[in-house]
C-alpha cells in the first residue's frame, strides 16, 4: 500500500510501532526472552530424561536426637586429669538401661531357649573346684605336644558370630568349658563335656556393644567371670547371682585385663594411651593409675611365682616387667624392658616364672630368661595377620617348655624353648587360621584356638 493512500490513522499507528521496536531494541527484551525459553525448554527435556540411579556413599543428614547420657568427648569437653592425653575414645555410649543386666537378658536364644544347663554346669563345677584347691597342675609325663597334640573332628564348634580376639579356659578340674570374646561384643561360652544328644553345648551372652579385648576368670573364683571392651565397660559375670554387673564406665577403649594371683577382690585393666588402673572391689573404684606406656597396653600378665611382678605389652614397641610394690604413678621406673621394632602384642610369663615370651609385628617371637630376665633372644615367626584376623599371641604351654602361636598356614606352631625351634602342628579339621590360643590352667594337653570367623578348635591330646 503507497503512502500516499494511508490515511492519518495508519501512519500513527506505523509510527508507534517504530519508536516501540526501537525501545525493544534498547533494553535488548527480545534477547533476554530468548534466552529464558531457550532455558527453560533445557530444563524440561532434563526432567523429562530418565535419571541414572547411582548408589551413593554419603548418608542423608539426620538432626541429632536429643541424648540425656553424653560423653565428654560428645560434649566438646576435654577429658578427665586422670585420662590419658591421647587414643581413639570409643564412638559412642553404651545405653545407660543396659548398665545392669540380668544373665537372662543378656542371653541370645540359638539352639537352646534356655542357658538353665549351662548354670547348673558352671555352679557345679565350681563348687567342686573349690574343693580342689590343693591339687596340682597335671604337668610333666610323656607328653609331647609336637607329636601328641591332635584334633579331633568333633572338637570343632562354631562358639560367636564375629572374629574373636578373647578365649580362655574356666579354671575346672573335671568339666571342660570355653569362653570366647568376638568383635561383636558376644560372649559365647562351649560346654565341651555336654551330654552328645542334649545340645550342642554353645550359648551365647551379648553384654557389650563393641568388641570384647579380655576375658579374666580367677582360679579361686571360677564363677565371676570378668570381661572388658572396646565400649568401655568392664562387666562382672557373676553366674551365682544371675548378673552381668557393669563395675567401671571409661569414654576410652580398655584393651586388656587381668588379675592377681594372689587377690580375687582387685582388676588390673588396660585403658587409653598407656595407662594401667586398678579397681578395688571394697570400694567399687578406681584406686589406682599409672602411666606404663606411650601408647595402648595390649596384654596384662603376672609372674605366677612372683605375683609383685606384672609384665606389660604396647602398642609402643616395648614389653615390661614392673615390680607392683614400686611402681610410680608418672614416669615409673620398669624392671626389664624387652625392645621390638614394631608393636608388641603379648608378653606372657612362663609357668614358672622364669622367662617371658613376647610377640611383635616385626615377625619375631622374643624370649627373655635367666636371673633378670637379661637373656634375650629373637625367633623368626610370621606375625603379619592383617587387619581381619586378630594379631598372633604366643602363649606358654603347661610348663617351660614349650610356646604355642598361630600359623598363616592353618596350623599350630610349637616353639622351643630350649632349643628355638619351631614345629607346626597341622590336621585337616583346621579349615581356618587359629590366631588367639588358650591352655587349659590345669589339664595337660588342652589347647584351643580361637579364628576370625568365630570358630573354636580344641585341641587333645592323643
Known amino acids: 500500500m503507497a503512502t500516499a ?12 510501532i517504530r519508536r516501540n521496536d526501537e525501545m525493544i531494541a534498547s533494553l535488548m527484551i527480545r534477547s533476554k526472552a530468548s534466552d529464558l525459553a531457550t532455558s527453560l525448554k533445557r530444563s524440561a ?3 523429562n530424561k530418565p535419571k541414572k540411579v547411582e548408589k551413593s556413599t554419603k548418608k542423608p543428614r ?27 575414645p570409643r ?17 541370645v536364644v540359638g539352639s537352646e531357649s534356655t542357658d538353665r544347663n549351662l548354670v547348673g554346669a558352671i555352679l557345679s563345677a565350681s563348687e567342686r573346684a573349690s574343693l580342689d584347691l590343693a591339687k596340682e597342675k597335671e604337668v610333666g609325663g610323656l607328653f609331647d605336644p609336637k607329636r601328641d597334640l591332635m584334633l579331633r573332628e568333633e572338637n570343632v564348634k562354631k562358639v560367636v558370630e564375629g572374629r574373636i580376639l578373647s578365649v580362655r579356659f574356666l579354671p575346672f578340674w573335671d568339666r571342660t568349658v570355653i569362653v570366647a570374646g568376638d568383635k561383636l561384643g558376644n560372649v559365647g561360652f562351649w560346654d565341651v563335656d555336654v551330654e552328645e544328644g542334649d545340645s550342642d553345648g554353645v550359648y551365647v551372652y551379648v553384654p557389650h556393644s563393641g568388641p570384647v579385648s579380655g576375658i579374666s576368670v580367677h582360679p ?13 565397660l568392664i562387666r562382672l559375670m557373676d553366674v551365682q547371682d544371675g548378673t552381668f554387673n557393669m563395675i567401671h564406665s571409661s569414654d576410652y577403649l580398655i584393651y586388656s585385663i587381668c588379675q592377681s594371683p594372689v587377690n580375687t577382690s582387685t582388676i588390673y585393666f588396660a585403658e587409653g594411651a598407656g595407662e594401667l588402673k586398678l579397681w578395688d572391689e571394697r570400694t567399687g573404684r578406681v584406686s589406682h593409675t599409672w602411666d606404663l606406656h606411650e601408647k595402648r597396653i595390649n596384654t596384662i600378665d603376672f609372674n605366677p611365682e612372683n605375683p609383685n611382678m606384672m609384665a606389660t605389652s604396647s602398642r609402643d614397641g616395648m614389653a615390661r616387667i614392673w615390680d607392683l610394690r614400686v611402681l610410680k604413678k608418672h614416669q615409673p621406673d620398669s624392671l626389664k624392658t624387652v625392645k621390638h621394632r614394631c608393636a608388641v602384642h603379648s608378653a606372657y610369663f612362663s609357668p ?22 637379661d637373656d634375650q633372644s629373637l625367633v623368626k615367626h610370621d606375625n603379619q595377620t592383617g587387619r581381619w584376623i586378630s594379631s598372633f599371641r604366643a602363649i606358654w604351654g603347661w610348663d617351660d617348655s614349650h ?60
Not at 560423653?71 to 585420662?83: A, K, N, Y
Open 62 to 88: 539426620v538432626q541429632d536426637p536429643v541424648v540425656v547420657r553424653r560423653s565428654l568427648r560428645h560434649r566438646g569437653l576435654p577429658p578427665e586429669p586422670t585420662q590419658p592425653k591421647s587414643e581413639t
Open 352 to 373: 614358672g616364672g622364669l622367662q617371658l615370651a613376647t610377640t611383635s609385628y616385626d615377625d619375631t617371637v622374643g624370649i627373655a630368661s635367666g636371673v633378670n630376665f
Open 220 to 232: 579361686f573364683s571360677p564363677a565371676k567371670i570378668f570381661t572388658c571392651s572396646y565400649d568401655g
Open 91 to 107: 564412638d559412642r555410649d553404651f545405653p545407660a538401661e543396659r548398665e545392669q543386666l540380668l544373665i537372662g537378658d543378656a542371653f
Open 403 to 462: 610356646i604355642f602361636l598361630g600359623n598363616m598356614k592353618r596350623a599350630v606352631d610349637i616353639i622351643s624353648a630350649n632349643s628355638r625351634t619351631t614345629t607346626s602342628v597341622f590336621s585337616e579339621y583346621m579349615t581356618s587360621i587359629g590366631c588367639r590360643l588358650a591352655a587349659h590352667p590345669h589339664t595337660l594337653g588342652k589347647l584351643a584356638s580361637a579364628t576370625a570367623g568365630g570358630k573354636v578348635f580344641y585341641w587333645t591330646r592323643t
Open 45 to 47: 527435556a532434563t526432567q
Open 5 to 16: 493512500a494511508m490515511t492519518d490513522y495508519e501512519r500513527l499507528r506505523l509510527e508507534n
